[in-house]
């Protein structure tokens, strides 16, 4: 089964109850199994421009890249091109964005975080800067595949606080990393072996803000059948909890084995992409 066959993929976004204008930014494309979603952050929407930019150059950079490498190959100290794509395009985008934010006073500070994702040979390449999470669904567990670059996952981490406290938090949106702060970034990436009948949802922190885990991972078994329903269902669910920030999801299904050709196939594929 092709990629596109094999992944059906769904995205809602939506200002919130207080926020005036939406600084999320969202993108898919089930063709080259690619997903991306930012949270910008600054004033006078300069959030929106950086998350904005992050989108653009990951979307157009990855996809042309898509064009003549097969993103199962490996590179010379091991690791996956797909993996590797995510990480460069992360490192462009925020230099893009930093220049931006130099150049141009308005844009001065601003920032986004990013979650983003490639779907390729039964497998997904993840990276990731500051809150946006990524969480996976399989039969009945529901877990968190990313960790928050945050103050608060930090104090978690050294046991200053527990996880049911944290909830209760004012130091929710106090990120220790993000794109296009400074000159360079460090992106965490990693690599999940997929299984037929996944969901995978990457979100903004304006869901799991406003909507517990548990309530997130129910809906999601619930709904999982209807992927557009189940992403309607979180936003309102967000903003019915009050809605204090912008909230974005992408909901990605896996129906299908999309295993990369091996052998005398894959080589056949490979002078056709010429």
Same mark, same amino acid.
């Given at each position: 089964?092709?990629?596109?066959?094999?992944?059906? &993929?769904?995205?809602?976004?939506?200002?919130?109850?207080?926020r005036?204008?939406?600084?999320?930014?969202?993108?898919?494309?089930?063709?080259?199994?690619?997903?991306?979603?930012?949270? +910008?952050?600054?004033?006078?929407?300069?959030?929106?421009?950086a998350s904005?930019i992050?989108?653009?150059?990951?979307?157009?950079?990855?996809?042309?890249?898509?064009?003549?490498?097969?993103?199962?190959n490996?590179?010379?100290?091991?690791?996956? &091109?797909?993996?590797?794509? !995510?990480?460069?395009?992360?490192?462009?985008?925020?230099?893009?964005?930093?220049?931006?934010?130099?150049?141009?006073?308005?844009?001065?500070g601003?920032?986004?975080?990013?979650?983003?994702?490639?779907?390729?040979?039964?497998?997904?390449?993840v990276?990731?800067v500051?809150?946006?999470?990524?969480?996976?669904?399989r039969?009945?567990?529901?877990?968190?595949?990313?960790?928050?670059?945050?103050?608060?996952?930090?104090?978690?981490d050294?046991?200053? &606080?527990s996880?049911?406290?944290?909830?209760?938090?004012?130091?929710?949106? !106090?990120?220790?990393?993000?794109?296009?702060?400074?000159?360079?970034?460090?992106?965490?990436?990693? &690599?999940?072996?997929?299984?037929?009948?996944?969901?995978?949802?990457?979100?903004?922190?304006?869901?799991?803000?406003?909507?517990?885990?548990?309530?997130? +991972?129910?809906?999601?078994?619930?709904?999982?059948?209807?992927?557009?329903?189940?992403?309607?269902?979180?936003?309102?669910?967000?903003?019915?909890?009050?809605?204090?920030?912008?909230v974005s999801?992408?909901?990605v299904?896996?129906?299908?084995?999309?295993?990369?050709p091996?052998?005398w196939?894959?080589?056949?594929?490979?002078?056709?992409?010429r």
């Amino acid at each position: 089964m092709n990629i596109q066959e094999a992944l059906e &993929i769904v995205s809602q976004t939506h200002s919130g109850m207080v926020r005036s204008h939406n600084e999320d930014s969202v993108a898919y494309d089930a063709s080259c199994g690619l997903v991306v979603l930012a949270d +910008g952050m600054g004033g006078y929407n300069a959030g929106e421009v950086a998350s904005g930019i992050t989108v653009s150059v990951m979307s157009t950079e990855i996809k042309q890249r898509l064009g003549s490498v097969r993103p199962q190959n490996k590179k010379e100290n091991g690791e996956d &091109i797909g993996e590797a794509l !995510l990480r460069e395009n992360v490192q462009k985008a925020n230099a893009a964005i930093f220049s931006a934010a130099q150049s141009q006073p308005q844009y001065a500070g601003m920032g986004t975080t990013v979650v983003s994702a490639l779907f390729y040979d039964n497998r997904v390449a993840v990276a990731h800067v500051g809150d946006s999470r990524m969480y996976r669904l399989r039969g009945d567990s529901f877990e968190t595949i990313t960790r928050d670059h945050s103050l608060l996952q930090e104090q978690i981490d050294g046991g200053m &606080i527990s996880k049911e406290d944290a909830r209760l938090s004012r130091n929710k949106n !106090l990120v220790t990393r993000a794109v296009g702060i400074d000159a360079e970034v460090e992106v965490e990436t990693h &690599i999940h072996e997929v299984q037929v009948g996944d969901v995978y949802l990457l979100c903004s922190d304006g869901l799991n803000d406003m909507v517990g885990d548990e309530d997130i +991972g129910t809906t999601l078994g619930m709904l999982k059948a209807n992927l557009a329903l189940a992403a309607v269902q979180l936003i309102e669910m967000a903003n019915d909890n009050g809605g204090r920030d912008n909230v974005s999801v992408i909901l990605v299904k896996i129906n299908g084995d999309f295993a990369a050709p091996r052998g005398w196939l894959a080589k056949l594929l490979s002078w056709l992409k010429r």
